[in-house]
């Protein structure tokens, strides 16, 4: 069993910056996957940043130029550094893990971001 523990959300003013942290912890943790979702108010939950076994990265393309996702293989933790935060940024992020089958990932329990004028 894996479990993820998130830190770092909380509330800021427009133009403002956070950093997420997310640490993964089990028996026999290999490099997987993870990345970061989002879902605001009354939204659909949408992926934010990916980082795949093999280092590649993705991003949800209304926070390209913004968000900075990286990893620390060894600690088997993903961060997600936020500058420039604007309104529509709120919402409650959530790390995830690659597990055995995509029904099968490890979901943390999530932190909310907000932020305000």
């Known amino acids: 069993q894996v479990q993820l523990a998130e830190s770092g959300g909380g509330s800021v003013e427009a133009g403002g910056s956070l950093r997420l942290s997310c640490v993964a912890s089990g028996d026999s943790l290999s490099i997987a996957s993870m990345g970061w979702y989002r879902q605001a108010p009354g939204k659909r939950r949408e992926v934010v940043a990916v980082i795949t076994a093999d280092g590649s990265i993705s991003y949800l393309d209304a926070v390209k130029g913004r968000f900075t996702v990286s990893r620390d293989v060894a600690k088997h933790a993903i961060f997600l550094q936020m500058d420039n935060l604007k309104l529509e940024d709120t919402g409650v992020y959530t790390c995830?893990?690659?597990?055995?089958?995509?029904?099968?990932?490890?979901w943390g329990q999530g932190t909310q971001v907000t932020v305000s004028l």
């Open positions: 995830v893990r690659a597990g055995p089958s995509p029904s099968r990932d490890y």
